[in-house]
């Protein structure tokens, strides 16, 4: 009987994963998946032009939205349109169980509110307002919405920089960059709880915080040779560099593995990238035109358990 045991639990450890090439349509690109992936891509866009989104192994254009992401529990996906509606910006929550909508309001016109961020606990979004000012846009605050509600609060922020942007922390405060380094915001408020001077800028809108929240990604500050650097997330001091200089970060892929872009032998390669800077798998390649119209990847951390 134990031999038995021994003998089938070899056979679950040793068990090849089992690969899926996903096509993601209008890129070009074919996504390769493993079963076991701590990760997985749920939507994707080439700029504002329309977010794809997942169901199953498919990718379907949604053309009324300009962004959308899962949220972490899978349950609901957050999508800002593409146009005003009454005057007004909003949020649509879909229920992936029941494919029902909600329209959230987030801000009138003439200010929008985009770069979705989902908390961890998938309760609220976070998004960036911004309003156009001398011919470009730029940030003005954020606005939280409250999933289960299906309300919106947004607060102005003064003296925020033309690049800022809001994403949670772990702990549920709201963190932008600021000059050279960061700064944390309560999200009630926006009052500042926290400011991180010369700790370098965030890697992208997505996540820059490790699955444990006990480092971020940030494009190393000047005083580092370096392209990424890990910083503690309790002083946000430097603590590692990582040896690479991708093109973008979308986030991470485990505890010691970034997903990031590549420059690759005149195109690009979307690849995990280990902290010792090597290259541990490549995901898709990626072509040059791809690349050039401001392509965008959401992923989705999986849940434990089959995936299928």
């Known amino acids: 009987m134990i031999a038995h045991i021994a003998l089938a639990l070899s056979l679950v450890v040793t068990a090849p994963a089992v690969q899926a090439d996903l096509s993601l349509p209008g890129t070009g690109m074919t996504y390769q998946e493993r079963s076991g992936d701590p990760v997985r891509l749920t939507a994707y866009g080439l700029g504002t032009k329309g977010a794809y989104l997942r169901t199953g192994d498919r990718f379907a254009r949604q053309r009324a939205l300009s962004e959308a992401a899962?949220?972490?529990?899978?349950?609901?996906v957050a999508g800002v349109p593409r146009a005003y509606r009454a005057g007004h910006d909003s949020l649509l929550l879909t229920d992936r169980a029941t494919g029902k909508t909600r329209r959230v309001r987030t801000v009138k016109k003439p200010l929008t509110a985009s770069y979705v961020s989902w908390s961890r606990?998938?309760?609220?979004?976070?998004?960036?307002?911004?309003?156009?000012?001398?011919?470009?846009?730029?940030?003005?605050?954020?606005?939280?919405?409250?999933?289960?509600?299906g309300s919106a609060r947004t607060v102005t922020v003064a003296g925020l920089g033309a690049e800022a942007g809001f994403w949670w922390t772990p702990g549920g405060n709201?963190?932008?960059?600021?000059?050279?380094?960061?700064?944390?915001?309560?999200?009630?408020?926006?009052?500042?709880?926290?400011?991180?001077?010369?700790?370098?800028?965030?890697?992208?809108?997505?996540d820059s915080f490790s699955p444990s929240g006990d480092r971020m990604a940030l494009w190393c500050p000047s005083r580092f040779a370096g392209q990424v650097c890990l910083a503690d997330t309790a002083t946000g001091r430097v603590a590692r560099r990582v040896p690479v200089e991708p093109e973008a970060v979308f986030g991470w892929w485990d505890e010691s593995h970034l997903i990031a872009v590549m420059a690759h032998r005149g195109a690009y390669r979307?690849?995990?990238?280990?902290?010792?800077?090597?290259?541990?798998?490549?995901?898709?390649?990626?072509?040059?035109?791809?690349?050039?119209?401001?392509?965008?990847?959401?992923?989705?951390?999986?849940a434990p358990g089959p995936q299928r």
């Open 121 to 149: 606990d998938s309760r609220r979004v976070a998004l960036t307002v911004e309003k156009k000012s001398g011919g470009r846009w730029r940030p003005a605050g954020f606005t939280v919405v409250d999933v289960a509600a």
């Open 70 to 76: 899962f949220s972490p529990d899978g349950r609901t």
């Open 174 to 206: 709201l963190v932008t960059r600021h000059g050279t380094g960061l700064r944390v915001h309560r999200a009630s408020d926006g009052k500042v709880v926290r400011t991180l001077p010369g700790a370098g800028l965030p890697t992208g809108p997505e």
């Open 270 to 302: 979307l690849a995990v990238v280990g902290l010792d800077g090597r290259v541990s798998r490549v995901l898709a390649a990626v072509p040059t035109r791809t690349w050039g119209s401001d392509l965008w990847l959401s992923f989705t951390r999986a």
